[in-house]
C-alpha cells in the first residue's frame, strides 16, 4: 500500500481548508436558489480571443477595461483561467462540453465533437426546464452549435445583429450545413473556385465600401471572412434586446452569447480607434521563436495598440450592456458570465492565435461572474480552466453534473480551491482528429509552474520542453528546463501530462 | 416587307453568336481550366487538411459541392464570352471566337491565378489594380498575336480542340456531383 506522505497530508489539509472557505463564500443567491427553489437565470457572453493578458482589470498597465474592473467591484474574479485550447474549436468545444479536447475531438480548423459527445454539451444537461437560446458570429462556432442544435431552443442566425445578412448560407442547406458551408467558404473565400472567389472578392469589396460608417472610418467591425459586419452598438443592443426578450418568459432561461470581438480584424469606432498609438506603453520585446510566423517587433506593437483599443471599445459596450439589464432588473435573477473561449498573442514573432505556440497570452482568458445579490469583490487565483465552466452552470441551475464531465465546480459557486490541481491545454490543429497526436503542442500548469511540450514540429521542436515559474518570471523570458533545482517538479510534471497523453491515446485506439 | 427587313435585322443579330461547335471549343477551355484548378486546390486540402477531421462521406460531399460550383462558374464564363460576342462587331469577335475567345479565356483566369500569388486574405482582393494591368497588358499582347501570326492562330485552336475530350469527363461529374448534393440535403 502506497506511503500517506507529507505531501499528501497537505493535500488533503488544503482540499478540506479550500473547502470550508467555498462553502462560506457561496453567493447569497446560490444559496437563496436552494432555498426558494426557483431556478435562475444564466447568461454567458464569450468575446472572441480575449486575453486576459492585455485587460487592466487583471493588471495590464493600459486601461483597457475599466468598466469591467469597476463591474469586478461586485464580481467574482478568477485571475488565473485558462482556455482549453489556443483557438475557437478546441476552446469554445471544451466551454460547451465539458470535455478536454482530446476527449471531444474537436482539434483541427472547422472541426466538429465526436459524434458520441454531441449530446455532452451544456444545454442538452440543462434539460427542458430552461429555455435555451444560443448565438455565435464566429462561423467555426457557429458549427458546434449546430451540431447541439436538438437541444437549443433559439439558434440565432451569426448575422442576427449585423448590417449584413450572410445567414442565407445557414438557411440553405441546413441538413448538411457544416459540409456546404466549408465548400462555400473554400471556394468564394480561399479561391478554389477561380472565378466564383473573383466575382465574391470584387462584389464584397464594393458592398462594403459603400457600408462605411462615420463611426468606422477604418471598416466597420467583422466577423470572419463573410461579409459578416456589424456595428458595436447594433450587436450589443441586440443582445440586450433579446434579454429583456427571454426575461418575459416563464421558464428560466440560459443564453449563450458568443461574439466575434476583440478578435481580428481589430475595428474600434472611431472614439477608440488609436487611442494608444503614441503613449508610453513599451510592450516587452521577446526573442523570435522557431515556430513564429516572423512577425517584425514594431508590426507586433502596432496591432497590439490596435487591439487595445479594440477591447476598449468592447469594455465601453458590455459596461453599457450591465447598466441595462442591471436598471431592468434582470441581473437580481440572473448570473452573468464573462469570459473568452481563447487569448492573443502580440510577441515572439507571432500575431493572433493560429499558432503552434501556448504561451500565457494565447491561453489565458478572462473570467468574471455577476452574481445575483452579490455586492462585493471575490478574487480567486487558483488555477481553473474552460471545462470548469459546464459543471459551475449546472450546479447554479440545480442540474445533475454528469460524471463524465471533466471539469470541476469554480470555487465561489460550490467548488473547493485546490491548490494541487493542475490544467492541461493543447493544440494540435494538424493532428488527426481520429489517430493519436502526431503534432502537437502542450501546456500543463500546476501552481506556479508551466512546462509545454511541443512534439512533431520541427527542428528541436519535434519533441522539446520548455518549463517557466510564472510567479517570478510571468513573462515566460527564461526558460529553466534544464535548472537541476526544478528536477523533481518537473520530473512530476511530465509524468502527469504523459499519463494524460497515454490515457487520450488509449480511448482514440479504443473507438 | 416590314416583316423581312426585321428577320434580317433579327438574322444578323444572331450571327453576331458563334457557331456551336465554336462555343463548345472555347467551353472546354474554360472547363478544363476551372475545373483543374478546382481539382488541384481540394488534392491539396485533402492532403494537409480535410483528412484530418473529415470521414469519407463528408470529403465526398465537400468535393461535390467544389464540382457543382465550378460547373456554375464555368457556364458564368461561356455566357460572358457569348455576351461580349454580341455587343462586340461580329469581324472582332464572333468570326475569330474560337482564337479570341480561347485567349480571354486564358488571359482572364491566368490573370486571376496571378491575383491570388499576390494575395488573397479571406476573399479580399487587394491587388486588384495590379490585377487590371496584368490582365489588360496580357489580352492586349495575345490577342496582337493573334491578329498578326497564323502560327499562332493555329496553336490556339489546337489547344481548344484537345480540350474538349475533358468535357467527356467534367460536366458528367458535375452532375453527379449534383445528384449527392441533393441527396444529402433531402436525407
Known amino acids: ?511 | 416587307m416590314f416583316i423581312k427587313e426585321r428577320m434580317k435585322r433579327y438574322m444578323s443579330l444572331l450571327n453576331r453568336f458563334p457557331k456551336r461547335e465554336q462555343i463548345i471549343s472555347v467551353y472546354a477551355v474554360g472547363v478544363t481550366i476551372l475545373y483543374f484548378w478546382a481539382a488541384l486546390n481540394a488534392v491539396k486540402d485533402f492532403i494537409s487538411n480535410w483528412s484530418l477531421y473529415l470521414n469519407i462521406s463528408e470529403m465526398l460531399g465537400l468535393f461535390s459541392y467544389i464540382m457543382a460550383g465550378t460547373f456554375l462558374e464555368s457556364l458564368l464564363l461561356i455566357f460572358a464570352l457569348l455576351f461580349i460576342s454580341f455587343i462586340l462587331p461580329q469581324k472582332v469577335f464572333a468570326d475569330k471566337f474560337i482564337v479570341r475567345g480561347t485567349t480571354l479565356t486564358i488571359t482572364f483566369l491566368g490573370s486571376i491565378m496571378y491575383l491570388y500569388q499576390l494575395t488573397l486574405t479571406f476573399g479580399i482582393l487587394e491587388n486588384i489594380g495590379k490585377w487590371s494591368i496584368f490582365f489588360a497588358i496580357s489580352t492586349f499582347v495575345f490577342m496582337l498575336l493573334g491578329g498578326l501570326s497564323q502560327f499562332f492562330t493555329r496553336i490556339v485552336e489546337a489547344i481548344a480542340d484537345r480540350c474538349i475530350v475533358f468535357l467527356y469527363i467534367y460536366p458528367p461529374l458535375s452532375l453527379v456531383s449534383m445528384i449527392v448534393i441533393f441527396a444529402r440535403n433531402v436525407s
Open chain 1, 1 to 511: 500500500m502506497k506511503k500517506f506522505s507529507r505531501r499528501d497530508f497537505l493535500k488533503v489539509g488544503w482540499s478540506f481548508l479550500g473547502g470550508s472557505v467555498a462553502a462560506t463564500m457561496l453567493p447569497k443567491s446560490t444559496q437563496m436558489n436552494k432555498t426558494d427553489g426557483k431556478s435562475p437565470n444564466i447568461i454567458v457572453l464569450v468575446c472572441d480571443a480575449m486575453t486576459a493578458r492585455n485587460l487592466s482589470l487583471y493588471g495590464y498597465s493600459r486601461k483597457t477595461t475599466p468598466n469591467l474592473e469597476q463591474l469586478a467591484e461586485k464580481a467574482f474574479v478568477y485571475h488565473n483561467h485558462y482556455a482549453n485550447g489556443n483557438f475557437t474549436i478546441p476552446g469554445t468545444s471544451s466551454l460547451l462540453t465539458g470535455l478536454r479536447p482530446w476527449t471531444h475531438r474537436a482539434i483541427n480548423g472547422p472541426g466538429k465533437i465526436r459524434k458520441e459527445f454531441s449530446e455532452h454539451n451544456i444545454f442538452h444537461f440543462l434539460g427542458k426546464k430552461y429555455f435555451k437560446l444560443a448565438f455565435t458570429q464566429n462561423y467555426w462556432a457557429y458549427y458546434l452549435l449546430n451540431q447541439f442544435s436538438a437541444d437549443i431552443n433559439s439558434l440565432l442566425s451569426s448575422s442576427e445583429f449585423s448590417q449584413t445578412n450572410s445567414g442565407t448560407i445557414d438557411q440553405k442547406f441546413k441538413k448538411d450545413q457544416r459540409i456546404a458551408n466549408q465548400a462555400i467558404v473554400q471556394m468564394l473565400y480561399y479561391g478554389n473556385s477561380l472565378l466564383l472567389s473573383f466575382i465574391n472578392g470584387v462584389y464584397y469589396q464594393a458592398k462594403i465600401d459603400t457600408i462605411q460608417l462615420e463611426d468606422y472610418p477604418a471598416g466597420l467591425p467583422r466577423a470572419n471572412y463573410y461579409d459578416n459586419v456589424f456595428t458595436m452598438k447594433d450587436l450589443f443592443d441586440g443582445i440586450s434586446d433579446k434579454i429583456l426578450e427571454l426575461d418575459e418568459r416563464e421558464s428560466p432561461f440560459f443564453s449563450y452569447f458568443h461574439i466575434y470581438p476583440p478578435h481580428n480584424p481589430y475595428s474600434p469606432s472611431k472614439n477608440f480607434m488609436g487611442m494608444f498609438e503614441n503613449d508610453d506603453y513599451e510592450p516587452i520585446a521577446k526573442k523570435e521563436h522557431v515556430l513564429s510566423i516572423g512577425a517584425t517587433q514594431s508590426s507586433l506593437n502596432d496591432e497590439r495598440s490596435q487591439y487595445d483599443a479594440y477591447l476598449a471599445n468592447i469594455d465601453m459596450e458590455i459596461g453599457r450592456l450591465v447598466a441595462k439589464l442591471k436598471e431592468q432588473g434582470i441581473l437580481d435573477h440572473t448570473y452573468f458570465i464573462i469570459t473568452a473561449d481563447h487569448g492573443e498573442m502580440f510577441e515572439r514573432g507571432t500575431n493572433g492565435h493560429f499558432t503552434g505556440l501556448m504561451y500565457e497570452p494565447v491561453i489565458k482568458i478572462p473570467l468574471l461572474i455577476l452574481a445575483p445579490g452579490n455586492q462585493e469583490r471575490r478574487d480567486f487565483f487558483v488555477l481553473t480552466n474552460a471545462v470548469d465552466l459546464l459543471p459551475t452552470i449546472l450546479n447554479l441551475a440545480g442540474a445533475e453534473i454528469p460524471a463524465s464531465s471533466e471539469g470541476s465546480v469554480l470555487p465561489g459557486f460550490g467548488g473547493v480551491e485546490d491548490p494541487a490541481r493542475s490544467i492541461i491545454t493543447m493544440e494540435a490543429k494538424e493532428s488527426s482528429a481520429f489517430k493519436p497526436f502526431t503534432k502537437a503542442t502542450y501546456a500543463i500548469i500546476k501552481g506556479n509552474y508551466k512546462l509545454l511540450y511541443y512534439r512533431g514540429y520541427v527542428h528541436k521542436y519535434q519533441d522539446y520542453f520548455e518549463f517557466y515559474d510564472l510567479q517570478d518570471d510571468p513573462e515566460e523570458l527564461y526558460d529553466k528546463y534544464s535548472k537541476q533545482k526544478f528536477a523533481e517538479i518537473i520530473s512530476g510534471m511530465k509524468q502527469e501530462l504523459f499519463n494524460a497523453m497515454d490515457e487520450a491515446d488509449k480511448k482514440v485506439a479504443a473507438r
